[in-house]
């Protein structure tokens, strides 16, 4: 494997499942990101991590629980989830963050969710 | 607070006609510029990126973008449009810090043959 990789590529879930979303990176970076993206809206930032720790987190809702147990795997869990989270979620992955250099970011094909 | 607007949720061209894609930003500090592409079914790839260097910024493709601080634009120009071309388009804004980025609603490439 290469690059970054998501699993699933679809998930369909009922509003009480609770399901996983991974993200693994080959690249040797250290920061790892999680955005939403929904129809007609711009890429929304949800998650930061940077060597395991969480530097960013946009307000999102506690039903998206992000977990990173090291520098090449994240997660995304999911809980009673509402029909308006379905949208298509990025992982991405970067060298490091705090840096004084722009550090690129490589986005994983994405997981496609749809809640009923 | 950056702001990125891309002008047209969709473009249609022909083959091998001029590609213009257009993205203005607002930013409260010397912006870094960027476009990434978008194929169905995949993540976004980096096209190109203006980090204060030229500002005229050539990416892979056959792509290119101008930084026109006067007129806060960062416009996406191919002189000839490929099939394979055919994707969405967004451009981003960062604020400074080295990874935060504000992306516009994307631009929707169409190539007929």
């Known amino acids: 494997e290469t690059g970054v990789t998501q699993t699933p590529r679809h998930l369909v879930m009922g509003m009480t499942n609770k399901k996983s979303l991974k993200c693994e990176q080959h690249?040797?970076?250290?920061?790892m990101y999680w955005y939403k993206q929904s129809a007609k809206k711009p890429l929304e930032l949800m998650f930061v991590?940077?060597?395991?720790?969480?530097?960013e987190n946009n307000s999102v809702p506690s039903r998206f629980s992000p977990e990173c147990p090291n520098s090449s795997h994240l997660f995304l869990h999911l809980h009673t989830l509402q029909p308006e989270d379905s949208a298509l979620y990025l992982c991405a992955s970067s060298p490091k963050i705090r840096t004084s250099e722009y550090n690129e970011q490589f986005f994983g094909p994405g997981t496609r969710l749809t809640v009923l | 607070a950056q702001s990125v607007t891309q002008l047209g949720s969709h473009v249609s061209v022909s083959e091998g006609a001029l590609v213009l894609l257009r993205c203005n930003y607002s930013s409260s500090v010397p912006p870094y510029l960027f476009w990434y592409v978008q194929y169905p079914n995949q993540g976004l790839q980096l096209l190109l990126k203006?980090?204060?260097?030229?500002?005229l910024v050539k990416g892979i493709n056959g792509f290119e973008a101008e930084f026109k601080k006067s007129e806060t634009s960062f416009h996406l120009t191919k002189p000839s449009a490929h099939m394979s071309d055919a994707a969405e388009y967004f451009c981003a804004v960062s604020d400074g810090s080295n990874y935060k980025l504000t992306f516009g609603k994307g631009t929707l490439l169409t190539v007929n043959p």
């Open positions: 690249l040797g970076h250290n920061a």
């Open positions: 991590y940077n060597f395991k720790e969480q530097t």
């Open positions: 203006y980090t204060s260097a030229a500002t």
